[in-house]
């Protein structure tokens, strides 16, 4: 289409502003530019730092400029064109509230340069009072806004009026929305947004992911062959592994890789700035005590940032990587969303990244200036850690990308939306579901189902009728669905967001502000007067009151480290074939070369694995027999398939055994010493009768029980703890949840909350579709089964990993260090 006087005016202005920053538009820019302004919606990929913001907001901007007046001069914050009654018309979607600051300011820039009389406002959770009423009131033009604060937006009948001029709603970090119930949230409420605003716009921003189309389908699915943008081409990206020097020992098992503190601290102190990425939060403060205690410059150049951290002191640590005013900050996945430093120089990776994707997005975090190709340092924290080096090297080469799988029938996140629509204004069912089958996520609800939402949100289901706590919604004269009683609104309203942490105490001192929070296991081990290590700091337990921990700094001495739950991540998919592929074929990649012995040993042993063979050793040490199993399918998968082979060896020959699972493969060790052949073995690993299998070997009914607390709490069950009362203790969800578990298993066993928790178990905890793929993919190998007179380099590992559940911490390092030391020396290693 060709524009008008008023768009080209518009882009002249635009294209002004930025040459007055010393840019020019880049081409996928003025592609996006030219496709909003056709009316046209899809999905952008491009990495961060690249100018996603400028390319997704320009559209409305320049919109915005042709629909105002024209002027003489050039636009100047001090001569802002005047704009009618304000209506709402950008809706911005991030998944962070730490990335909602950084936008608010990345959209104010240019509207203010170039004179939009525009208000752009936040509506997060830490928004200030001020910007919460702006946004409730429709008194802005653009709001930055996270998905749960959407929904609960949309909770307030007074919204639909307001939203219906809304031109446009851009997601950022639509990849980190996709895989989750977070986006199920997102997809619903956008699907709200289309009925309200018909014509409305809908631009995604992702990172490469590996089912890009899918991911643009899902969220527009309306529109099957939206556009897919591509940004600027991936920087090239350089893998750096600071490996032991010739002659040094090297673990090969454990450890967090505080052997490495040397040659770290060197790298640290190289560069002006620096951004060290952990895989879990407990390793973040452990790393960062280990630096403090060696760090040679003022104690607040360096700095911690986790998800557990009080949002000041995050904010503290991102000010200073901003500015240039802090050294180094230790971080986990909290950094590793789009917010552009682009002081940092370096970025560091302690352990595996376990993923692809993982290793692009932090090594993304540095670098962000024109022309420089990206680098990223990496920690291994134990020897076979080197091999997962070189086999993402080789993944990042070859452009191989973890996908995001979207989930489907989240029915407790599809009860709570529909408890917010009837909070906001009421429905009708019909048209509502419409609505919701329009979506990815609700494409194949069908009606009985669709009834048995609209029951539980009624009266909680069969079993739970007689209980009014649990009937939410009415129906009213008109046949419509809404909520009149103020306690349920106030309570709904209170539990909207599908983000349900593990039960966690906060932590603050005595006298001053909050720290963060940790988990309320960990804080019931203590005592008054223990010492602990959090948020970079010694503390010691003053007294625990009302689920908060009162602290004091401690004065010298050792503390112990929180451990959060779902610290580990498992291996992907992709890196595992990988690696796979490394150990067979190691090629000339330096961590290979450093590794070749420890290679040598495990081929001269035992043999290598390789893709289309599967290796198995059978070997007995003095605490017994050991069947170790090498599939590369991730800890998860593991885990399911050691118990599933445990309980059908046992059916064969009555035994009982102990399991531990890698990301490598797993190790079962029988009571009784019992014979193993390649037959039985191959028996054992049968891909049928899986689910009835797995059913009786791990309780399913178990797991669905604990599963189900997390379901309970997004679908409304479990009401939240009221403003100005004392938290609830995860002891007490627990067991509300348990009892409501236990009722509606006796008296209504089809509920439908029931089988959604056994599903979530098996796809997720389980992964049933990967573990049915992997007894697929081993039936179609070479079964090599060797029989080692002692530990090989593959099996350390997962006997280590087991005698972790047997002895004391101190107990296992020192007895793990024995057991290396004299493999070493009988290897001659």
Known sequence: MKPGRGERAAMAALRAWFAAQGWKPLPFQRQMWRRYLDGESGLLHTPTGSGKTLAAFGGPLLQALAATPARDSAPTPARRRRSPPRQLQVLWVTPLRALAADTLRALRAPAEALGLDWQIGLRTGDASARDKRLARDGKLDALVITPESLALLLSYPDTAPRLAGLRCVIVDEWH????????????????RLRALAPGLRTWGLSATLGNLAQARDVLLPQQPDAAIVAGVKPRTLTLETLRPAGGERFPWAGHLGLAQLPRVLEKLLAVRTSVLF????????????????????EPHTLALHHGSLDPALRTAAEDGLRHGSVRCVVATSSLDLGVDFPAVDQVLQVGSPKGVSRLLQRAGRARHRPGQAGHIVCVPSHALELVEYAAARRAVAAGRIESRVPPRLSLDVLAQHCVSCALGGGFDAGALLAEIRGTDAFAALDDATWQAVLDFIVQGGRALSHYPDFRKVERDENGRHVVRERRVALRHRLSIGTIVGDGSVAVRFLRGGPLGAV???????????????????QLELVRL?????????????????PKWMGGRMPLSSELAHEVEAVFAAPGDAPEMRTLAPLLDLQQRLSSLPAPGRLLAESIRTRDGRHLFLYPFAGRQVHEGLAALLSLRWGRRQRNSFDFSANDYGLVLTPAA??????????????PGELLQDLRESLNLGELARRQFREIARIAGLLPPSLPGRAARSMR???????????????????????????????????????LAATLQDCAGRELRLHAPRGLTPLSFPLWAERRRGQLSTEDWKARVLRAAAQLEQRHGQ
């Open 176 to 191: 980190e929305l996709l895989g989750n119930k977070r986006g199920v949230l997102l997809q619903l409420c956008l699907a």
């Open 278 to 297: 952990t895989n879990t939060r407990s390793q973040a403060e452990l790393w960062h005590q280990a630096l403090a205690s060696v760090w040679p410059e």
């Open 519 to 537: 988990e309320e296991q960990f804080v019931g081990r203590l005592r008054r007067g223990d010492r602990f290590q959090f948020a970079g700091r």
């Open 545 to 561: 009151q009302d689920m908060t921990a009162y602290v004091r700094l401690a004065k010298g001495g050792d503390g112990s480290v």
């Open 673 to 686: 010493d019992a014979a193993l052949d390649a037959g039985l073995l191959r028996e054992l690993l049968a």
């Open 732 to 770: 007490q969800l627990q067991a509300s949840s348990g009892l409501l578990y236990d009722v509606l298993e006796r008296h209504d066993p089809g509920h439908l909350l029931l089988a959604q928790a056994e599903r979530e178990v098996l796809e997720g905890q389980l992964e049933f579709s990967r």
